[in-house]
């Protein structure tokens, strides 16, 4: 597969901002064309009782500018450029010396102490045009201020995209430990979070529930790889299916209420469908070769999965009730690990090219044309789109040991997010809400 990158990504996530119903700032933000948007995140100011807070103050505002940073989309400015003397309103901001600093968007916020709760007062600006368009007050804990910096950024980036933030969701993954794999959940950052599953063995393939407070994942800790749902709030496991062979690979559908994956019980691997509790409703699949890795539809009408039914993997779409499936990959001869974008208009998967290289692929599932993400940054697998379409998650060998990588969509701003030991099959869970 080449290297390529299509014009029509870029009209896909100017859509999805108009599709969250506000008119993006930044607009475009993809494509050979974009660059990213300038703005100028100030320190907190400290209102009168608060002084005792100038640490997590710093903090908060360390947060914010790496979050934006983090989504390719900012280009948060050096403050070292700052002349901040203004004040916090439209009225009191001085836009030239902004402007003269290159700044095209501004934020700025004051903290306040409020017995058990910091208190934020955020302002967003549009320098240009002198208009004040966020004004925002955002509370969080004392004990939690990584997530009240998570939130300040959400707020900061529905503002001047047009669309919600995912700072404050969740990915899920698969570490090894002493040996043993185990599923782990953590920030877009990397940060928070920690294991989730216990005992030994191998854990493997986590995925989010629709409404996040679950995971999904497929284990070896009764010998056999059995499919187990893992309650986030209480740690409670159940085991949904441990039918003989593979049971893997299990997804659940948007409305919550089925589990596509992959079974072995009649020998040949293949895709069913199970109820929540574990029950067959039905076979989906019915070839020769191997289907595997399901991947429902965001409106839980089709099913991309895995088959080598044409002699190696390539990825194919049927309803989600079974049917004639239709090839969707003719390029190359190893595609795997689908997972749809959340308005289902396109693919993200791993590809292997002529060097024998995976790498993060992603297909326009309207025009057919396919966009390659990653190149000659080692082996990258395993793609998860984050709940706005602007992102993916995937596994990356590009330093040694696989790490997971937060990625926007056209490649050009890349983070490793994780360090230290094996990382892989990221997940990348939904909105909190």
């Given at each position: 597969?080449s290297?390529v990158?299509?014009?029509?990504l870029?009209?896909f996530?100017l859509?999805?901002?108009a599709a969250?119903?506000?008119?993006?700032?930044?607009?475009?933000?993809?494509g050979k064309?974009?660059r990213?948007?300038?703005i100028?995140v100030?320190?907190?100011?400290?209102?009168?009782?608060?002084?005792?807070?100038?640490s997590?103050?710093?903090?908060l505002?360390?947060i914010v500018?790496a979050?934006?940073?983090?989504?390719?989309?900012?280009?948060?400015?050096?403050?070292?450029?700052?002349?901040?003397t203004?004040g916090?309103?439209q009225?009191?901001?001085?836009?030239?010396?902004w402007?003269?600093?290159?700044?095209?968007?501004?934020?700025?916020?004051q903290?306040?102490?409020e017995?058990?709760?910091?208190v934020?007062?955020?302002?967003g600006f549009?320098?240009?045009?002198a208009?004040?368009?966020?004004?925002?007050?955002?509370?969080?804990?004392?004990?939690?201020?990584?997530?009240?910096?998570?939130a300040?950024?959400?707020e900061?980036y529905?503002?001047f995209?047009?669309?919600p933030?995912v700072?404050r969701?969740r990915?899920?993954?698969?570490?090894k430990?002493?040996?043993?794999?185990?599923?782990?959940?953590?920030?877009?950052?990397?940060q928070?979070?920690?294991q989730?599953?216990?005992?030994?063995?191998?854990n493997?393939?986590?995925?989010?529930?629709?409404d996040?407070?679950?995971?999904?994942?497929?284990?070896?800790?009764l010998d056999?790889?059995d499919?187990y749902?893992?309650?986030?709030?209480d740690g409670?496991?159940?085991?949904?299916?441990?039918?003989?062979?593979l049971?893997?690979?299990?997804?659940?559908s948007p409305?919550?209420g089925?589990i596509?994956l992959?079974?072995?019980?009649?020998?040949?691997?293949?895709?069913?469908?199970?109820?929540?509790?574990?029950?067959?409703?039905?076979?989906?699949?019915s070839s020769?070769?191997i289907?595997?890795?399901?991947a429902?539809?965001p409106?839980?009408?089709n099913?991309?999965?895995?088959?080598?039914?044409a002699g190696?993997p390539?990825?194919y779409?049927?309803?989600?009730?079974?049917?004639?499936?239709?090839?969707?990959?003719?390029?190359?001869?190893?595609?795997?690990t689908?997972?749809?974008s959340?308005?289902g208009?396109?693919?993200?998967f791993?590809?292997?090219?002529?060097?024998?290289?995976?790498d993060i692929?992603v297909?326009d599932?309207?025009?057919?044309k396919?966009?390659?993400v990653?190149?000659d940054?080692?082996?990258?697998?395993?793609?998860?789109?984050?709940?706005?379409g602007?992102?993916?998650?995937?596994?990356?060998?590009?330093?040694?040991?696989?790490?997971?990588?937060?990625?926007n969509?056209?490649?050009?701003?890349q983070t490793?997010?994780t360090?230290g030991?094996?990382?892989?099959?990221?997940s990348?869970g939904?909105?909190?809400?």
């Amino acid at each position: 597969m080449s290297h390529v990158h299509v014009p029509a990504l870029a009209s896909f996530l100017l859509a999805a901002g108009a599709a969250f119903g506000q008119a993006p700032i930044v607009g475009d933000i993809e494509g050979k064309e974009f660059r990213p948007f300038p703005i100028a995140v100030t320190e907190l100011r400290l209102a009168p009782g608060a002084e005792a807070h100038k640490s997590a103050a710093q903090q908060l505002v360390k947060i914010v500018r790496a979050d934006l940073e983090l989504t390719g989309a900012f280009k948060v400015l050096d403050p070292k450029s700052f002349i901040d003397t203004d004040g916090l309103t439209q009225s009191t901001v001085r836009f030239p010396d902004w402007l003269n600093v290159g700044a095209a968007g501004l934020a700025k916020a004051q903290l306040k102490d409020e017995g058990s709760k910091l208190v934020v007062e955020l302002h967003g600006f549009e320098v240009a045009s002198a208009k004040e368009g966020l004004t925002k007050t955002v509370s969080g804990s004392k004990d939690d201020v990584r997530g009240l910096g998570h939130a300040l950024a959400d707020e900061i980036y529905r503002y001047f995209t047009g669309e919600p933030g995912v700072f404050r969701t969740r990915i899920a993954f698969v570490r090894k430990v002493q040996g043993e794999k185990h599923v782990f959940v953590t920030g877009i950052d990397g940060q928070g979070g920690g294991q989730v599953t216990k005992g030994g063995g191998l854990n493997l393939l986590p995925s989010f529930a629709p409404d996040g407070k679950s995971l999904v994942f497929t284990s070896y800790r009764l010998d056999n790889p059995d499919l187990y749902e893992l309650a986030l709030g209480d740690g409670s496991l159940k085991r949904v299916s441990s039918r003989p062979g593979l049971n893997t690979g299990g997804r659940i559908s948007p409305d919550g209420g089925k589990i596509a994956l992959t079974l072995s019980q009649d020998g040949n691997s293949e895709i069913y469908l199970l109820d929540r509790g574990g029950g067959l409703l039905k076979r989906l699949t019915s070839s020769w070769g191997i289907d595997t890795s399901p991947a429902w539809s965001p409106d839980g009408a089709n099913i991309a999965f895995v088959s080598s039914r044409a002699g190696n993997p390539q990825l194919y779409v049927m309803g989600s009730s079974g049917g004639e499936p239709k090839r969707l990959t003719f390029q190359g001869t190893y595609n795997q690990t689908p997972a749809y974008s959340p308005r289902g208009t396109h693919l993200a998967f791993t590809a292997r090219d002529e060097r024998n290289v995976f790498d993060i692929f992603v297909l326009d599932l309207r025009t057919q044309k396919v966009a390659r993400v990653t190149q000659d940054q080692g082996n990258n697998e395993e793609p998860s789109f984050a709940p706005n379409g602007r992102m993916l998650v995937f596994s990356t060998t590009r330093s040694g040991a696989r790490q997971l990588v937060v990625s926007n969509l056209d490649g050009t701003k890349q983070t490793v997010i994780t360090t230290g030991g094996e990382h892989s099959s990221p997940s990348w869970g939904p909105f909190v809400k």
